[in-house]
């Protein structure tokens, strides 16, 4: 099978999948034939285990998604002929890393495939580590649509931006607060 087709195959982008092969660090044998690179992957049973689906908004007001997310990941699962034995749905945003329902489904041993519908799902940045660390174990994260959304990325530098602001500027009004209640503190014990 070549690159591009393993790639897609496994919910990794064809530009990640070359690089680690120029990297020597794909996870499966790989040969140069000309132009193409061949995958020489093993043929893999299906995975004994839980296939779960993970569904995420990033905040209340986006929770009637949930519903529709998890549907069409569903759909899409059993169009792939594989048994969903698992649906986890949260609300939280990917850019802190404070998700305690994925971090259990990631966690659980007996998982072993993740469905997601978008991979930033799964973490904002550096979703290719999570899934090169459950190739790793045997496991793997199927992304149902693979395809960058640009509002999302749009969305994603907003938030960032907010996340830093509220920081500086909370820090900042943190030691306004603190000096005006020494500057009153002392103002009463003269």
Not at 18 to 32: E, I
Not at 63 to 85: F, P
Not at 94 to 117: C, P
Request: proline share 3%; net charge negative; with cysteine.
């Amino acid at each position: 099978m070549n690159l591009k087709e393993w790639a897609a195959a496994n919910g990794v982008g064809y530009s990640t999948a070359r690089q680690w092969f120029l990297d020597g660090r794909l996870p499966v044998p790989a040969r140069r034939v000309g132009g193409l690179i061949l995958v020489d992957e093993p043929a893999r049973s299906v995975p004994s285990g839980t296939v779960a689906v993970y569904a995420c908004v990033s905040s209340a007001d986006q929770e009637s998604d949930l519903d529709r997310q998890v549907a069409r990941i569903v759909r899409w699962t059993a169009g792939q002929n594989l048994a969903v034995g698992k649906v986890v749905t949260e609300v939280g945003s990917a850019l802190d890393g404070h998700r305690r329902e994925f971090l259990a489904l990631l966690g659980d041993s007996e998982v072993t495939t993740i469905v997601v519908e978008h991979r930033d799902r799964c973490a904002r940045f550096g979703a290719e580590y999570v899934e090169a660390a459950f190739a790793a174990s045997g496991r793997r994260l199927l992304v149902v649509d693979p395809s960058e959304v640009d509002d999302d990325l749009v969305r994603d530098i907003t938030e960032i931006l907010t996340s830093m602001c509220a920081r500086l500027y909370g820090r900042r009004g943190a030691a306004n607060r603190a000096a005006r209640a020494v500057a009153a503190a002392t103002e009463a014990a003269m």
